[in-house]
């Protein structure tokens, strides 16, 4: 089937469920983005969604150094920067639209919906721009971010080495100081997004390495603007650089975007901020990146839920309850197949508003009251690792019973379904595993202003309760009942967690680590789904995502309870269950 671009419920997210503040939108009206969505909407179901299968059966071809792209992914691409897309959230100096996060990731799950191996390239360089507009000095702001935003050029990021995968302190890259200003780079980086292609002239590479006088660890890396080709004063193209692409790797999916192994032989780079201190300017634009790798998992979660509900409706098998004709009834009919459609709808809806909920925090962190951004701060840096690997672990469930739902075609490529959970499955893992995401929620930012940070967030979802309870109705009392036990899960969970922070008994923190993200994912994606049900802002309620968000807090809201006693008791004996059958080496701390 056609994908078609589900603005109704984005917008419904934006305003009803998560809140998108006149404050944040600026000099920006409601009606102006709901015309901006629109019309990425119509790119996104013209231009990309066709190609999706097109990148995906044909891929790139590497020689020579180059990288050729798929059929109509040049073209495309030239459309996407002739109509602006590429400087979204770019300032209005450079040339950028300067729209909020929230807006931003609104387009890119878009994106990601028509061909997320098209929306990869488009996402580093947004991330890109935003590390550069934090750090970098005037002059390299004036020679890259025009051509940034105006799609002219693109942009990468350079931190994985063979031997440097999510542990950078063994990173070994080395920056020699030139004399003049400049640095020459030398070594080698791995899985290199879009490291070289032919989309765009020039291609500018953000890379961490190290000076000779650096101290040891992460303490000593430095982030550098290296560009394919060097530039000259007026922003020319001036000469090719020493960085070259040496190879591309053969992957599950994404194959239209080219993954590069890049060397770089005494290239000249350019210093981004301050000496060792490139780890900060890189996490700039790192974790704004991974709230937009959750995106990516709803964009495709979408388009696969999309697909098995057209061919539920088409195909036909036995006879459903009740059904009366005289065929096979259509297998939308199956309590089964009922069940995992609604179970693909509801995880896809409630990691939207998981995402933009994170998108919301980061906006009012930088566009709100003096006094609120170091709060909102707080609450996007607790967001984020969950907006991540919630997300991402939700799309390929959707995924999966996606090709579920298409029964033995979905095993077959010709129906597409196996596209999506071959492309979805990588988000999972770049920019940081789900592992590290749970790790980092359970051990710094669940603790952050010593729990105070959840607490106020727990705190709303639990006023979520009260208003579900005063609205009067069978079905209101019933969410705030279910979603209140949910919190209670979370409440004890989080105690716990933060318990064993204090008692030093980190094998146990980190052994519950993912459960407690995946419970903390699903209660405050049922909290916010609730807010469906109460038609907040007065535009009335969406039947559509009425029935999702009963669906989840009647049916999914459950799981919580079990996850709460993994956490609490489940990884209790991790480590000697894991040498005895393991045979991994016991602890020596």
């Given amino acids: ?80 920067a002739a109509a602006g897309w590429s400087g979204i959230s770019a300032h209005q100096r450079w040339g950028g639209q300067d729209l909020p996060v929230m807006v931003e990731m609104a387009i890119q799950e878009l994106w990601n919906a028509g061909a997320a191996a098209f929306a990869t390239g488009t996402m580093l360089s947004a991330g890109a721009v935003i590390a550069l507009e934090a750090h970098a ?13 105006a799609g002219t050029w693109t942009a990468t990021m350079n931190l994985t080495e063979p031997q440097a995968g999510s542990d950078l302190n063994a990173l070994t890259t080395r920056a020699e100081p030139a004399g003049d200003g400049t640095y020459r780079i030398s070594g080698q ?87 060792n201190r490139g780890l900060a300017c890189m996490f700039t634009m790192m974790n704004v990146t991974r709230l937009s790798v959750g995106i990516q998992a709803v964009g495709v979660a979408e388009r696969a839920s999309q697909e098995a509900l057209a061919y539920a409706r088409e195909r036909r098998q036995g006879r459903a309850p009740g059904w009366t004709g005289a065929e096979m009834s259509p297998i939308v009919d ?6 995992m459609l609604m179970r693909m709808k509801a995880f896809t809806a409630a990691s939207r508003s998981i995402c933009y909920a994170c998108a919301q925090a980061i906006d009012q962190s930088e566009r709100g009251t003096d ?5 909102w701060a707080r609450r996007a840096a607790l967001l984020t690792p969950v907006a991540k690997a919630f997300s991402t672990d939700s799309g390929i469930e959707v995924a999966s019973l996606g090709i579920q739902v298409h ?22 893992i770049y920019e940081g595993t789900n592992g590290i995401q749970a790790i980092d929620l359970v051990t710094r930012k669940v603790l952050l202003e010593d729990g105070a940070v959840v607490d106020r967030l727990v705190g709303e979802m639990s006023e979520t309760v009260e208003r579900l309870r005063s609205a009067g109705t069978p079905e209101t009392a019933a969410a705030a009942a279910r979603l209140e036990a949910a919190i209670g899960d979370l409440r004890a969970a989080t105690a716990h967690v ?92």
């Avoid at 969604?49 to 691409?77: C, H, I, M, Y």
């Avoid at 000095?137 to 935003?149: E, F, T």
């Avoid at 239209?256 to 060397?263: D, G, L, R």
């Avoid at 029964?407 to 999972?428: K, M, P």
Wanted: one cysteine or more.
């Fill in 1 to 80: 089937m056609a994908f078609q671009a589900p603005i109704a419920d984005i917008v419904f997210t934006l305003t009803d469920i998560v809140g998108l503040d006149r404050a944040i939108l600026g000099d920006v009206d409601f009606e102006t983005v709901e015309a901006i969505l629109a019309e990425a909407g119509r790119f996104a179901e013209r231009e990309l969604a066709p190609l999706n299968r097109v990148g995906d059966r044909q891929g790139v071809v590497f020689s020579g150094g180059a990288v050729a792209t798929a059929p109509g992914w040049k073209e495309a691409f030239r459309r996407f």
């Fill in 137 to 149: 000095g005037d002059p390299l702001k004036r020679l890259y971010l025009p051509k940034l935003a």
């Fill in 189 to 275: 980086k791995i899985f290199i997004t879009y490291g070289e292609h032919d989309l765009v002239e020039n291609i500018v590479h953000l890379v961490l390495a190290r000076l000779p006088d650096a101290p040891p660890g992460t303490r000593g890396i430095s982030m550098f603007v290296v560009p394919k080709f060097l530039v000259d004063s007026d922003g020319r193209l001036a000469g090719r650089n020493g960085a070259a692409a040496s190879g591309i790797e053969d992957k599950l999916g994404l194959h239209a975007a080219p993954t590069c192994t890049m060397t770089y032989d005494d290239a000249v780079g350019f210093l981004v901020g301050e000496e």
């Fill in 334 to 339: 199956h309590p089964d197949v009922q069940s």
């Fill in 371 to 375: 006094a609120d951004r170091p709060i």
């Fill in 407 to 428: 029964g033995g075609a979905g095993y077959i490529e010709e129906t597409g379904a196996a596209q999506h959970l071959r492309d979805v499955r990588v988000f999972a």
């Fill in 498 to 589: 933060v318990r064993l922070s204090r008692e030093g008994r980190k094998a146990e923190q980190l052994g519950g680590a993912t459960a407690y993200l995946r419970l903390f994912g699903m209660v405050f994606g049922a909290a916010l789904l609730a807010r469906a049900l109460l038609g907040q802002r007065g535009t009335g309620r969406n039947g559509r995502m009425v029935a999702i968000a009963r669906y989840f807090t009647e049916c999914l809201l459950g799981e919580t309870t079990g996850l709460r006693r993994i956490v609490e008791a489940g990884a209790a004996g991790l480590e000697a269950q894991a040498l005895a059958a393991l045979s991994v080496s016991p602890a020596t701390n």
